[in-house]
């Protein structure tokens, strides 16, 4: 584990770096409910993988991508409702990487369901 408290000079601290990665998190949030997928997968790294809902759920960005597109299609479901419950973000040393784990609780998956 990195001591996250480790400062360089004119280095931004913790609090200022997480609270950057609360902005664009929470705009790629608004982009997903406001059905902007290309805005959305616009934030995701191209050699990223990412956790789905059910433990099979290992994607890469073009399955994720692939994934939502099934979705924006279908314009008679609409996006699901949901409120972040828990965002834990850890940083590395140099503040140049975090894990972002975020926890959702689904208030309405779809009109359909």
């Given at each position: 584990?990195?001591?996250s408290?480790y400062?360089?000079?004119?280095?931004?601290?913790?609090?200022?770096?997480?609270?950057?990665?609360?902005?664009?998190l929470d705009?790629?949030?608004?982009?997903?409910?406001?059905?902007?997928?290309?805005?959305m997968?616009?934030?995701?790294?191209?050699?990223?993988?990412y956790?789905?809902?059910?433990?099979?759920?290992?994607?890469?960005?073009?399955?994720?991508?692939?994934?939502?597109?099934?979705?924006?299609?279908?314009?008679?479901?609409?996006?699901?409702?949901?409120n972040?419950?828990?965002?834990?973000?850890l940083?590395?040393?140099?503040?140049?990487?975090?894990?972002?784990?975020?926890?959702?609780?689904?208030?309405k998956?779809?009109?359909?369901?």
């Amino acid at each position: 584990m990195f001591n996250s408290n480790y400062k360089e000079p004119n280095m931004p601290g913790p609090e200022v770096v997480k609270a950057q990665i609360t902005t664009v998190l929470d705009s790629m949030h608004s982009a997903f409910t406001n059905r902007k997928f290309s805005k959305m997968m616009s934030y995701l790294s191209e050699d990223g993988y990412y956790l789905g809902t059910d433990p099979t759920e290992l994607w890469t960005k073009k399955q994720l991508s692939d994934y939502f597109s099934q979705h924006v299609k279908d314009t008679t479901s609409s996006m699901p409702v949901y409120n972040i419950e828990r965002r834990d973000i850890l940083l590395d040393e140099g503040r140049n990487s975090a894990v972002v784990v975020e926890q959702y609780y689904l208030v309405k998956m779809s009109d359909k369901i």
